[in-house]
């Protein structure tokens, strides 16, 4: 099974700063034969089912601001929110489809 | 326009079962793969399970902690899937989502309560 672990479990960032969420995954989820990453992020709010971000590790979901953004290869994942706003609020995920046994991060909270 | 609508969470006690359904519309269903994804109260998201389309074998694949106690299944004709939970333990207690699977997960029911309690 691949175990994702995200780092940290928690920060606080000022308004209109940088945020930066790590994702490490216990082996690689890049598929060689197509280049791909099998990496995704979430944003999940209270009482809300999670909102797909990012997935193949950089390709934003239509409709998401891009101050979102998903960078890394291989074992290494940073989630980027370049410009915190007031509702970006939330905790953030890291899941792998690499395997047929998906497996999701610990989940890291964004607070002001 | 995608929904998924989900029914059939509540309280049972421990050894008991529980049948969760969701409700697809809005896509070609017969083509989806779906997930189950679960999330205990606090915690992290938890996938539970992934059944394939008919076309690609209908073969399932669980998490170990509900392998041999969960089963998952679809209905085509009336574009619903399902959750049958079998054996429930207290740490079965969680909102369990249904989710359309890309490998990732776009699109999420709105979640269905089950609490496992004597």
């Known amino acids: 099974d691949i175990v994702m672990t995200q780092s940290p479990d928690s920060l606080a960032v000022s308004l209109g700063e940088r945020a930066t969420i790590n994702c490490k995954s216990s082996?690689?989820?890049?598929?060689?034969?197509?280049?791909?990453?099998?990496l995704a992020w979430y944003q999940q709010k209270p009482g809300q089912p999670p909102k797909l971000l990012i997935y193949?590790?950089?390709t934003r979901e239509s409709g998401v601001p891009d101050r979102f953004s998903g960078s890394g290869s291989g074992t290494n994942f940073t989630l980027t929110i370049s410009s915190l706003q007031a509702e970006d609020v939330a905790v953030y995920y890291c899941?792998?489809?690499?395997?047929?046994?998906?497996?999701f991060g610990q989940g890291t909270k964004v607070e002001i | 326009e995608v929904h998924l609508v989900q029914s059939g969470g509540g309280l049972v006690k421990p050894g008991g079962s529980l049948r969760l359904s969701c409700a697809a519309s809005?896509?070609?269903?017969?083509?989806?793969?779906m997930s189950w994804v679960r999330q205990a109260p606090g915690k992290g998201l938890e996938w539970v399970g992934r059944?394939?389309?008919?076309?690609?074998?209908?073969?399932?694949d669980y998490a170990a902690p509900v392998k041999g106690r969960f089963s998952i299944s679809r209905d085509d004709s009336t574009n619903t899937l399902f959750l049958q939970m079998n054996s429930l333990k207290t740490d079965d207690t969680a909102v369990y989502y249904c989710?359309?699977?890309?490998?990732?997960?776009?699109?999420w029911g709105q979640g269905t309560l089950v609490t496992v309690s004597s």
């Open positions: 989710t359309i699977d890309s490998g990732h997960y776009g699109y």
């Open positions: 809005g896509f070609i269903f017969t083509n989806a793969w």
């Open positions: 059944i394939q389309s008919k076309s690609d074998g209908e073969t399932t």
């Open positions: 082996q690689s989820v890049l598929y060689t034969s197509n280049n791909n990453n099998y």
């Open positions: 193949w590790a950089s």
């Open positions: 899941q792998q489809y690499y395997s047929s046994l998906g497996s």
